[in-house]
Each structure stands twice: as C-alpha cells, then as structure tokens.
C-alpha cells in the first residue's frame, strides 16, 4: 500500500509539472498559428498548429515526464485500488494550478482556491477509506470491449472536438481523461505481466487498447490545452480519469474500501470529482488561441 501511495504521488507531480510545460509549447505554436491566422473554421487549432506545439522544447520535456509518470502510475494502478490510485494520480492538478501561477502568470481565484483545498482533503479521506485492491483478471470479453472503446472514443472525440473548434476546451479534457482513465484500465486487467509472458502480452487486447488511449488522449489533451484554460482542461481530464476506471474497479475487479467506511470512500471520490468540476467551471484563464488572438489585438492597437 505504502509503495502504490509513494508511486502514485510521484506520477502526479510528474503529470502535473508536464501539463504546464505542455501548455506553454502550446501557447508558443498557438500564437505562430493566430499571427498566421491559419486557425480552422470553427475557431480551434489544426492539425498543423497541433504538431508544432508537439515539437517545442517546453512540450516534449512535458511529455519526458508524462511519460515516466505513466510508468509510475501504471505501477499505482497495480497496488491501489483504482478509485484511489487515479484519484491520487488526479491530484496533478493541484501541481498544474500553482505552477501555472509561475509559469504561465495565471491568478487563481479564491474559489478556485478552495476547489483545490476541498480536492487535497477527499484525498485524504480518500487514503483513509481505501482497503485492499481487487484482482487483475477480467474476462476476453471485456479486453475486447475496452479497445473497441477506446477507438470509439478517440476516433469519435477527436472529430466532435475539431468540430467544436474554439469552444472544445473542456470536452477535449473530458475525452482525454477517459482515454487516460482507459489506459489505467488496461494497464490492471493487462496479460503476460505476473508471470511474464511475451505471446500473452502481444496477443492481449488490452495492450493495444492502452496505445489507443494513451495516444489518443495525448492529443486530445494537446487540443484542450491550445483552445482553453489550462486548469480547466486539466480538471476535466481529472473528471475523466478518475469517474470511470474508479466505477470499474469497484463493479467489475473487485476494489473495495475498509470495513464500515464504504461512506467515507464514497464522500471522498463525490468530493474529488466535485472540486475538480469547480476548479474547471471558475477557472479564468483563456485558451492559448483565444490568448494569442487577444496578443494579436494589443499589438495591432499598440501600433
């Protein structure tokens, strides 16, 4: 338990820190994008302007460390329960608020303040209530269900989200949580790890389910970080990522809390999940387009 709690606040730092410096690659390629004013139709970023942003030194240091905190959180997800482990995971938010303060120049308001207070103390109720986590098998037939999803989902995300353009922030969060919330899945369920085995490995749908998701929320949250507030995104991710992998764990691999503190579980996740809405809901913070369009203006007036 010890090793899963040190491990999943190790991924969180490093999923934190990297949001904020994936958000300032993705202000960089967005101001290029607004000055060249090669935005789409709807306002949101193209698919060019997404690739640059993923070349900036800022955004590929951001990914390192996504990166290593994916391996930290893949070993959290395999010795917590994963309502705690994500959520734990989740908490990078906190990281992303207080370094987008020095590193972006955000002022958070007193609010969002206290989403994030209220957000820290479900956490501890959170470690309190947790007991043992649940098994690691899941029949074929959900490794199947969970890629088939996983492309629906980033297949299907990624359109909706090109289609809504400018005003996709907080849905590009929402879908790359759930593709995050996915990976987190899979890496539990996923054969061949505990005995090691190779053809088992490759041969497991929940592999390529985890590259789908991984990948594809990647993007997705590239996306949301471009178009809108990077607080905002980061909580919807959190939204995401912690809901649906905590439900499955609970309904279908068998996580549960300590005896008689089901309640204290259950107020903790309610708590987390709600703080985190508000942080997105009050965040104040413009998207990197909206932002280097409103750059765009001063100088034009300044001229």
């Not at 999943?8 to 607004?34: K, N």
């Not at 997404?50 to 997800?77: N, R, Y």
């Not at 539990?188 to 790890?193: A, C, E, T, V, Y």
């Not at 905590?246 to 996740?269: C, E, I, K, T």
Request: aromatic share 6%; hydrophobic share 55%; proline share 2%.
């Amino acid at each position: 338990m010890i090793l899963g709690l040190v491990t999943a606040v190790a991924a969180s730092v490093c999923y934190g820190t990297g949001s904020v410096l994936q958000a300032v690659g993705a202000r960089r390629s967005a101001r290029q994008e607004a000055a060249d004013g090669t935005v789409t139709e709807h306002g949101g970023p193209s698919l060019a302007s997404t690739a640059k942003a993923a070349v900036t030194w800022e955004f590929i240091l951001g990914t390192v460390l996504d990166f290593i905190g994916f391996g930290l959180g893949a070993l959290a997800a395999r010795l917590l329960p994963l309502f705690l482990s994500q959520t734990i995971i989740s908490a990078n938010l906190v990281i992303t608020a207080v370094l987008s303060i020095k590193l972006l120049g955000l002022r958070l308001r007193q609010l969002e303040w206290l989403s994030i207070g209220v957000l820290c103390s479900a956490l501890v109720l959170l470690a309190v209530a947790a007991g043992p986590e649940g098994g690691h098998h899941a029949a074929r037939e959900f490794h199947w269900a969970l890629l088939i999803g996983s492309m629906v989902l980033i297949a299907g995300g990624s359109l909706i989200v090109r289609r809504l353009g400018s005003s996709g922030a907080i849905v590009a969060g929402l879908l790359s949580g759930l593709g995050f919330g996915a990976l987190g899945i899979g890496v539990r369920i996923l054969d061949g790890i505990e005995p090691f085995s190779i053809t088992a490995l490759l041969s497991d749908p929940a592999l390529y389910a985890i590259l789908i998701a991984g990948i594809g929320g990647m993007y997705l949250h590239t996306v949301a970080l471009q178009v809108g507030s990077v607080n905002g995104a980061t909580a919807a991710l959190v939204v995401g990522e912690t809901v649906v992998p905590g439900a499955v764990g609970v309904l279908w691999l068998g996580d549960s809390s300590r005896p008689g503190l089901a309640w204290l579980a259950v107020l903790g996740f309610v708590l987390a999940v709600v703080s985190a809405v508000g942080v997105a809901y009050f965040g104040e913070d413009g998207g990197a387009i909206q932002a280097a369009a409103e750059e765009e203006k001063k100088a034009k007036a300044a001229h």
